[in-house]
């Protein structure tokens, strides 16, 4: 597997990092900014999301609408989101339009306008898109789940609250981005199809001299068991649990994250074979790794008709409890087949591989190697594998259902 | 990248975009059956089908089936719409035989009695969810409204109706009608050993018979209908309304597409500056749908119930702005570059352009590189696009909107 993997520093000390994959027509980046939920001051919950919403609304040379018109003459494929510790912005084109497409980018980073005259629209979208998860059940159920498990500042939702929404003004923006917007801790990373020479000389120019307060860091994040039922007037409950697992700077992730494999990577996975082929109880029901800083949870949905709600829930829990009996040698044989192959499809992708190297810089500070992380997975043992869920079972659990009935489920305090 | 195209002996055909530089390939079988093949009181067998089509053959168990798929390591599914089913998956180039073995033994599924009632839970939990989510099947009821007793009016999934009453005879003879060789195409993409494919190919569907399968290909005579639905637990109103747009096998597709993103693409379009980004609604958009005889030219609005009137007659007024604000050269170009980049970069995967061909094949029987895709969008002219602006003012057309409270 050919890999060359470039990391740099700026003259202000913020990361660039670079992918080469010369076989692909595109190049695509990701700019990771340390600006998450998590700083938004408690009575203005869902500024990051209207500062990242009037960044884009007017920035450097181009007004609101020439953003959206340069990008699409360009033809860059881009999202922006937040999440509790980010700010992330991610752009994908033909690499021969690479310096035009990083030049928006910057300005939306750095030379936001913040026209007074569209806070109000930016507000009505906010607002609109927070009413619309309503209408989301499954959706929904995570939001609570994450708010019931990571508490007021961790458990925080991108979307916001109504009052915060409703009360944050165009200072609060500004101070927002003045304040977390900031090259320390800032990653830029890029794959594709690009020369790492003239992409360094682009990136000094354009993010070199940008400079911002000392970045702090975050306390340590606890998750907090418990359970919760919002009454809702569907056919389906959707159920979401979420138990404690090691989190990604681990280093034991790959034994949890393993585990979370045999439960539900694949059509043969347990979870799947359970709860979907055996008893035809649901449509969908799945298992994922999840870290926030230094705390790690396995989070896991399934939805279902109301009358079958008690059973689905109780045989996912049976079916992650069965852990503890081992795992068999063929289960592991799959779930290496599968990880080897997603390795190498990684490779077609150079959005997916950006997104990646930027993710693992901010967990990790480095980036790790497909060979690195082939080893690391090859080196899993059935024993391994239990002696990992023997040392880390599932505790501290979470529930939140969303349905007409509540479901009784006594490991919540276990 | 290379085209290749043979015929076995059955009348399987066997095609083929090979990329020798690519990392993976994908195959996938492609049926030409959907829900528009069914029989009104079958509605949703196919399908049902294809959720069968996972459980087992002959000499394996659906465990089998669903343990290899993972052996191989492939990324692999399946997916009905109103004309096609198709099964595909990914491997890596080692697996490539490996991986045809188990995609052509699928053809030829158990359909077991036991199977199939579990199976049928797991539809009835897929229809329940989509029931629950927006927009509340309001899809359904347009294509309903607008096709009526066209065989596009069935709903994919069937009803929980029909779906509890299918019996597992009537789906094995659909079964043998429909996953004829002759009614079946074999694609891949990426690395592939093209000779390779269609000698295992050849091995291991040579008992499988032609079975003439028609589709009924039906002009449909469009119907003009206005329908609310209420859905109380909703707290959004969603308003979707089809009109008539060019079929799959129309060049005019390309115009219509252009004009769905001028109009209504999720951003930088007339509907975007106009009701998405100052507030007014969560979503806002326009786009076609293409069947083989027929297309739609569709737009769909969402957002908060008080606010609804006046947005709809905002989408009505821009729809119907044909002569009084014509498209500029500026909208067509951008356009033109979003399609044609989109396209390019969703074309690296191999898994992606399986469908591109795929599609291309069974229905037009026709093979395009995306720089032949991408020259029929850059030929469209500013008065080809303008005249179908135009003609948009005067349709027929079926408006369902669903919502909280009654009568919008």
């Known amino acids: 597997m050919q890999q060359k993997v470039f990391e740099h520093r700026l003259s202000n000390g913020m990361v660039v990092l670079g992918e080469s994959m010369p076989w692909l027509e595109s190049v695509a980046f990701s700019l990771l900014l340390p600006a998450g939920t998590r700083n938004e001051p408690s009575d203005r919950l869902g500024l990051a999301g209207m500062t990242l919403e009037m960044c884009q609304r007017g920035a450097g040379p181009y007004s609101s609408r020439d953003v959206v018109e340069r990008l699409d003459f360009l033809g860059v494929d881009r999202s922006s989101s937040v999440t509790t510790f980010h700010t992330s912005m991610s752009m994908a084109a033909m690499s021969r339009v690479l310096e035009p497409t990083l030049e928006v980018a910057a300005a939306i980073v750095l030379e936001p306008h913040f026209p007074e005259d569209e806070l109000e629209e930016a507000r009505q979208s906010a607002l609109l898109e927070l009413a619309s998860i309503d209408d989301d059940p499954a959706q929904k159920c995570f939001k609570e789940l994450k708010r019931l498990r990571f508490g007021d500042v961790f458990g925080r939702s991108s979307l916001g609250s109504e009052s915060g929404l409703k009360e944050t003004t165009l200072e609060d923006c500004k101070e927002f981005h003045r304040n977390h917007y900031n090259p320390d801790r800032s990653i830029l990373s890029l794959a594709g199809n690009f020369d790492w020479d003239r992409f360094l000389v682009i990136a000094e120019g354009l993010f070199g001299s940008w400079k911002g307060p000392a970045y702090i860091g975050p306390t340590s994040v606890l998750s907090?068991?418990?359970?919760?039922?919002?009454p809702h007037d569907s056919q389906q409950t959707h159920i979401a649990l979420?138990?404690?697992?090691?989190?990604?700077?681990?280093?034991?992730?790959?034994?949890?994250?393993?585990?979370?494999g045999i439960l539900s990577d694949g059509m043969s996975s347990r979870l799947f074979a359970e709860v979907r082929e055996k008893r035809g109880l649901v449509y969908s029901v799945s298992a994922s790794a999840h870290s926030l800083h230094d705390c790690g949870s396995v989070l896991c949905y399934a939805g279902t008709t109301a009358p079958r709600a008690q059973e689905t829930l109780d045989v996912t829990v049976q079916t992650i409890r069965s852990l503890e009996n081992g795992i068999d040698p063929a289960e592991l044989k799959r779930l290496k087949a599968r990880v080897r192959t997603a390795l190498v499809m990684e490779q077609e992708s150079s959005s997916s591989r950006s997104s990646q190297m930027a993710h693992d810089w901010a967990y990790l500070g480095r980036v790790p190697s497909?060979?690195?992380?082939?080893?690391?997975?090859?080196?899993?043992?059935?024993?391994?594998?239990?002696?990992?869920?023997?040392?880390?079972?599932?505790?501290?659990?979470?529930?939140v259902t969303i349905g007409p009935d509540s479901l009784e489920f006594s490991d919540a305090v276990s | 990248m290379q085209f290749r195209s043979e015929k076995l002996s059955n009348g399987l055909e066997v095609i083929a975009e090979v990329n020798p530089e690519a990392f993976s390939l994908s195959l996938g079988y492609f049926v030409k059956t959907g829900s528009r093949d069914e029989a009104p009181e079958m509605a949703g067998v196919s399908h049902f089908l294809e959720h069968m089509m996972f459980k087992g053959t002959a000499r394996r168990t659906a465990e089998d089936v669903n343990q290899e798929l993972d052996d191989l390591g492939s990324q692999s599914n399946a997916y009905t719409s109103e004309e096609q089913t198709v099964y595909y998956m990914s491997v890596l180039p080692e697996f490539q035989h490996a991986a045809l073995d188990l995609l052509s033994d699928m053809m030829r599924p158990a359909l077991r009695d036991e199977d199939f009632q579990t199976e049928r839970q797991v539809i009835l939990e897929e229809i329940a969810m989509y029931d629950d989510q927006p927009p509340y099947g309001a899809m359904e009821r347009a294509m309903?409204?607008?096709?009526?007793?066209?065989?596009?009016?069935?709903?994919?999934?069937?009803?929980?109706?029909?779906?509890?009453?299918?019996?597992?005879?009537a789906m094995r003879a659909y079964h043998q009608a429909r996953y004829a060789p002759d009614n079946l195409t074999l694609v891949a993409s990426g690395a592939?050993?093209?000779?390779?494919?269609?000698k295992s190919a050849e091995a291991m569907t040579t008992q499988w018979k032609p079975s003439q399968a028609k589709r009924q290909l039906v002009?449909?005579?469009?119907?003009?209908?206005?329908?609310?639905?209420?859905?109380?637990?909703?707290?959004?109103?969603?308003?979707?309304?089809?009109?008539?747009?060019?079929?799959?096998?129309?060049?005019?597709?390309?115009?219509?597409?252009?004009?769905?993103?001028?109009?209504?693409?999720?951003?930088?379009?007339?509907?975007?500056?106009?009701?998405?980004d100052t507030g007014?609604?969560?979503?806002?958009?326009?786009?076609?749908?293409?069947?083989?005889?027929?297309?739609?030219?569709?737009?769909?609005?969402?957002?908060?119930?008080?606010?609804?009137?006046?947005?709809?007659?905002?989408?009505?007024?821009?729809?119907?702005?044909?002569?009084?604000?014509p498209i500029t050269e500026l909208e067509l170009e951008l356009a033109k570059n979003k399609?044609?980049?989109?396209?390019?970069?969703?074309?690296?995967?191999?898994?992606n352009r399986l469908f591109s061909i795929g599609n291309a094949w069974t229905i037009r029987r026709k093979y395009e590189t995306i720089q032949d895709a991408s020259e029929h969008y850059r030929q469209v002219t500013l008065e080809e696009v303008q005249r179908a602006f135009e003609a948009l003012a005067n349709t027929t057309s079926v408006l369902v909107s669903v919502g909280p409270e009654a009568e919008i």
């Open chain 2, 280 to 325: 007014m609604a969560e979503t806002a958009a326009t786009f076609t749908q293409e069947f083989q005889e027929c297309g739609l030219f569709c737009a769909f609005l969402a957002c908060a119930p008080e606010q609804h009137d006046e947005n709809w007659e905002i989408i009505q007024d821009i729809l119907g702005q044909g002569r009084d604000v």
């Open chain 1, 242 to 260: 979420a138990y404690d697992a090691v989190p990604y700077n681990h280093p034991e992730y790959y034994q949890g994250r393993g585990l979370v």
């Open chain 2, 219 to 276: 002009t449909p005579t469009y119907c003009s209908d206005k329908l609310s639905m209420v859905h109380p637990p909703a707290t959004q109103q969603y308003t979707l309304q089809y009109s008539p747009g060019p079929s799959y096998c129309d060049d005019a597709r390309y115009i219509a597409r252009i004009l769905g993103t001028i109009i209504g693409d999720d951003s930088g379009s007339r509907l975007f500056w106009e009701l998405v």
């Open chain 2, 144 to 169: 309903e409204g607008y096709f009526r007793d066209h065989p596009l009016a069935r709903r994919v999934l069937g009803t929980r109706e029909t779906v509890s009453e299918l019996d597992p005879k």
């Open chain 1, 370 to 399: 497909r060979q690195e992380l082939l080893q690391t997975i090859e080196a899993l043992t059935c024993e391994s594998l239990l002696n990992h869920y023997q040392n880390h079972p599932p505790r501290r659990w979470s529930l």
């Open chain 2, 192 to 198: 592939v050993d093209f000779e390779q494919l269609l």
């Open chain 2, 339 to 351: 399609i044609c980049s989109g396209m390019i970069l969703g074309s690296e995967r191999p898994s």
């Open chain 1, 224 to 230: 907090i068991p418990g359970n919760s039922h919002l």
